[in-house]
């Protein structure tokens, strides 16, 4: 899968960034302490982490603590320090550029997990709205169309009744199996043209939607696929509540 444009831009400026502040820092060196140096690289650190991955985070902070060595540390010009002080404060300097990057990225992660939570209960909410007022027909319609906006499906059909074949399956727990093997979803994407998805209740299946994903696109995180599920069982509600049905 290609990199982000963000995140390759990141990385460019993880390596840069630390740098040019260095370079810019370099005729100040003998008038301030290595200390306060430190604590302008760390600044740069800390714009790539919060901008950037994780992994751009990290790696400004290996450039800052190489550059602040190179450049404003004793002797100069060359990756060695002669002073202890000067080993402290650039260790420092690494310690919490990786601190806040690893910071900076859970942070992101934990917005991008409130929104996607409340966008996510939302449908199941109005699926469930949907299961209360008896309206089968209209839960099959709209979950097959949530289905398709959530995981990033080509296209997803329902097949009314228990006689299921053997297809890929999501399973309860989020996780794909084929045949009566785990299937390694994150490593090696979706398995095959079409996956099933059982609508069940009581452990009693009543059909199954089936899933076309498009051409190469990554597999949706668990949380999402744990979403999924929940929106087939509503409909599996919605089924046994209503009774036998024939396809339309």
Same mark, same amino acid.
């Given at each position: 899968?290609?990199?982000?444009?963000? &995140?390759?831009?990141?990385?460019?400026?993880?390596?840069? =960034?630390?740098? $040019?502040?260095?370079? /810019?820092?370099?005729?100040?060196?003998?008038?301030?302490?290595?200390?306060?140096?430190?604590?302008?690289?760390?600044?740069? $650190?800390?714009?790539?982490?919060?901008?950037?991955?994780?992994?751009?985070?990290?790696?400004?902070?290996?450039?800052?603590? =190489?550059?602040?060595?190179?450049?404003?540390?004793?002797?100069? %010009?060359?990756?060695?320090?002669?002073?202890?002080?000067?080993?402290?404060?650039?260790?420092?300097?690494?310690?919490?550029?990786?601190?806040?990057?690893?910071?900076? @990225?859970?942070?992101?992660?934990?917005?991008?997990?409130?929104?996607?939570?409340? /966008?996510?209960? #939302?449908?199941?909410? &109005?699926?469930?709205?949907?299961? %209360? =007022?008896?309206?089968?027909?209209?839960?099959? +319609?709209?979950?097959?169309?949530?289905?398709?906006?959530?995981?990033?499906?080509?296209?997803?059909?329902?097949?009314?009744?228990?006689?299921?074949?053997?297809?890929?399956?999501? *399973?309860? +727990?989020?996780?794909?199996?084929?045949?009566?093997?785990?299937?390694?979803?994150?490593?090696?994407?979706?398995?095959?043209? *079409?996956?099933?998805?059982? @609508?069940? $209740?009581?452990?009693?299946?009543?059909?199954?939607?089936?899933?076309?994903?498009?051409?190469? #696109? #990554?597999?949706?995180?668990? %949380?999402?696929?744990?979403?999924? $599920?929940?929106? =087939? +069982?509503?409909?599996?509600?919605?089924? +046994?509540?209503?009774?036998?049905?024939?396809?339309?």
């Amino acid at each position: 899968m290609r990199m982000p444009l963000r &995140d390759r831009i990141a990385l460019v400026a993880a390596l840069l =960034a630390p740098l $040019v502040v260095a370079l /810019a820092l370099a005729p100040f060196r003998t008038h301030m302490t290595s200390a306060n140096l430190a604590l302008m690289v760390v600044v740069v $650190v800390v714009a790539v982490a919060a901008l950037g991955s994780r992994a751009a985070g990290v790696l400004a902070a290996l450039s800052a603590a =190489a550059w602040f060595d190179f450049f404003l540390t004793r002797p100069y %010009q060359r990756f060695t320090i002669s002073h202890g002080d000067d080993i402290t404060t650039m260790l420092l300097l690494l310690a919490v550029g990786v601190a806040v990057s690893q910071l900076a @990225a859970r942070a992101r992660t934990l917005k991008l997990v409130t929104v996607t939570d409340a /966008a996510l209960l #939302a449908r199941i909410h &109005d699926t469930a709205s949907l299961v %209360q =007022a008896g309206a089968s027909y209209a839960v099959v +319609d709209q979950v097959s169309q949530q289905l398709v906006e959530i995981l990033g499906l080509r296209s997803c059909r329902f097949e009314h009744g228990t006689l299921l074949g053997r297809h890929p399956r999501l *399973e309860q +727990d989020g996780s794909v199996t084929v045949g009566r093997a785990s299937w390694n979803l994150e490593k090696d994407g979706w398995p095959g043209e *079409e996956i099933e998805l059982r @609508a069940s $209740v009581g452990g009693r299946y009543l059909g199954r939607f089936m899933l076309v994903p498009e051409s190469g #696109a #990554a597999p949706p995180p668990l %949380q999402t696929r744990l979403v999924a $599920v929940s929106l =087939a +069982d509503h409909v599996g509600s919605a089924l +046994d509540t209503a009774g036998p049905v024939l396809d339309r």
